[in-house]
C-alpha cells in the first residue's frame, strides 16, 4: 500500500515562506522511479497544478501562478519531496497535495496522492 504524508502547512502572513514535506511509504512503492508533483485546491476551485520534479530531480516546471516564488526538490534517499514556499500570498490559500507519477507531464497525471495539508496566507 503506498502512502504520501504531506506536512509543513499551517498558517502564514504575506510575505511569509513555508516548507511542505510529502514522505513517501509502502514496500512496493519505488520512489526514485516516480515523478513527483505539487497541486493545490482552494475553496470552489478546480485543483491546480503548481510544481513536478522528475525521477532523478534533474528537471522542474511550475505552474504560472508560482513560477519563481515555488520550488520543488527531492531527496531519494529519504524518499521525501519538498516544496519552499516564498512571498506568500493570500490567494496562495488552499489545501495542498503531494503526487505520485510513473510518467511525466505537464501537469503529470499522478498515480498515488496524499491526504493534504492546509496552507492559510492571512495577515
Known amino acids: 500500500q503506498v502512502q504520501l504524508v504531506e506536512s509543513g502547512g499551517g498558517t502564514a502572513q504575506p510575505g511569509d515562506s513555508l516548507r511542505l514535506s510529502c514522505v513517501a511509504s509502502g514496500f512496493t512503492f519505488i520512489f526514485s522511479r516516480y515523478t513527483m508533483a505539487w497541486f493545490r485546491q482552494a475553496p470552489g476551485k478546480e485543483r491546480e497544478f503548481l510544481a513536478a520534479i522528475t525521477r532523478s530531480g534533474d528537471s522542474t516546471n511550475y505552474g504560472d501562478s508560482v513560477k519563481g516564488r515555488f520550488t520543488i526538490s527531492r531527496d531519494n534517499a529519504k524518499r521525501t519531496v519538498y516544496l519552499q514556499m516564498n512571498s506568500l500570498k493570500p490567494e496562495d490559500t488552499a489545501v495542498y497535495y503531494c503526487?505520485?507519477?510513473?510518467?511525466?507531464?505537464?501537469?503529470?497525471?499522478?498515480?498515488?496522492w496524499g491526504q493534504g495539508t492546509q496552507v492559510t496566507v492571512s495577515s
Open positions: 503526487a505520485a507519477a510513473y510518467y511525466y507531464g505537464t501537469p503529470p497525471n499522478a498515480d498515488y
